[in-house]
């Protein structure tokens, strides 16, 4: 029974499809999105853990930067001694309506071989969008959240050491500006699409006073909302930050995730069963190798010998059949499922057998 357990928990913390989430909670105002930028840099100060001569761009770019100081070091000389610095890339989501002089937590993430970041700085970085425009520079100390220690071939670590953050180690340099509500009107994109999530969206803001028939859905994953004509920026705003407040019941669809590979098994909440009978058995096979020496007969020729047999042993369950009822509630699935007494493993199957003949009313999603 214990051995379920897992999977009765993730069961019961599903979504419940009468619970209400706030529309800034399942969904996304157009136009209020970031963008994402990237740069390639060095952190240096590592504890002879950077990347090793072998990593012929490192050198190159230290170099590189060298020149820009004035200094013109041979290139011999790095090759025996880089393994305090490591090649990286630097990247960042910029928030929409971001100002200059704001602050955005980057993540770094080693390119060669180092080994890890740990006490390093990243030098100053450059951050480009895909269009190529500068939006600021990365710098600072790095923060890897572990450690990876090792000396004379034995080694101990904690977490992965070649990712780290800087909190707040990009500085924006220019603003990035946003068209929330430039042509009257907004387009709420929900996260995940569904029909009836949209609908139920459009109907709860024209509920609010002021935007009576003023929100259509036009597909499961886009709201549109006009807003009165007149409506000045301030207003429009205003109106946004109410829609953002509206609770909405999301309608989730029923869904049965498993992932064959870590024998896990994740229940949606919308997930109902039809009666069935299900009798699962599994069977073992072991295979056991006896060696065993063979002595010649007092006073013959012989020579002793070494015999190897094999010992083969079979064991079948004998679980008897199990008929499931109809589930209503997640609770009920959960008792269904503890009745079968068997392992998540074995649960993949039946819940494969079961969708075939059509007991069970969700998707299966198998990873």
């Not at 499809?17 to 994402?36: F, L, N, W, Y």
């Not at 090793?52 to 790095?78: C, D, E, H």
């Not at 080994?115 to 790095?142: E, F, H, K």
């Not at 429009?236 to 049965?256: C, F, M, N």
């Amino acid at each position: 029974m214990a051995r379920l357990l897992p999977i009765l928990i993730l069961a019961l913390l599903a979504t419940s499809v009468s619970r209400a989430d706030r529309i800034k909670d399942i969904a996304t105002i157009e136009g209020s999105g970031g963008i994402q930028v990237v740069g390639y840099g060095l952190v240096t100060g590592l504890n002879n853990t950077g990347d090793s001569p072998r990593s012929s761009f490192t050198i190159q770019s230290v170099l590189n930067m060298l020149k820009r100081f004035g200094l013109t070091p041979q290139q011999s000389i790095f090759q025996q001694r880089t393994q305090n610095v490591a090649a990286v890339m630097v990247t960042a989501t910029i928030p929409a309506f971001a100002r200059a002089g704001t602050k955005v937590d980057v993540t770094v993430s080693s390119i060669g071989d180092a080994r890890s970041l740990q006490g390093g700085t990243l030098i100053m970085t450059p951050l480009v969008a895909s269009d190529g425009t500068v939006y600021g520079m990365a710098q600072g100390p790095l923060s890897v959240g572990g450690y990876s220690i090792s000396s004379l071939g034995s080694s101990s670590g904690k977490n992965l050491t070649n990712t780290g953050r800087i909190p707040g180690g990009l500085l924006l340099e220019r603003n990035l500006e946003g068209t929330l509500a430039a042509t009257g009107q907004v387009r709420i994109i929900l996260n995940h699409p569904d029909y009836t999530t949209a609908t139920r969206i459009a109907a709860a803001i024209n509920a609010l006073d002021g935007l009576a028939n003023s929100a259509q859905a036009l597909d499961p994953a886009t709201v549109v909302v006009r807003f009165p004509n007149g409506t000045t920026q301030a207003q429009a705003i205003e109106y946004i930050a109410r829609i953002e407040a509206v609770e909405v019941a999301v309608d989730v669809a029923g869904k049965v995730v498993i992932n064959e590979r870590t024998g896990t098994v994740v229940v949606g909440g919308n997930v109902r069963l039809l009666p069935a009978v299900v009798a699962h058995g599994g069977l073992e096979i072991e295979i056991q190798q006896i060696n065993t020496v063979v002595q010649p007969a007092p006073f013959t020729i012989g020579t002793t010998a070494r015999v190897s047999n094999a010992l083969v042993r079979t064991q079948e369950q004998s679980n008897p059949a199990v008929a499931l009822p109809a589930t209503a509630t997640v609770q009920d699935l959960a008792n269904a499922l503890n009745s079968l007494k068997v392992s998540p493993r074995d649960l993949v199957a039946i819940f494969q057998a079961l969708k075939q003949v059509g007991a069970l009313q969700a998707e299966l999603v198998i990873q």
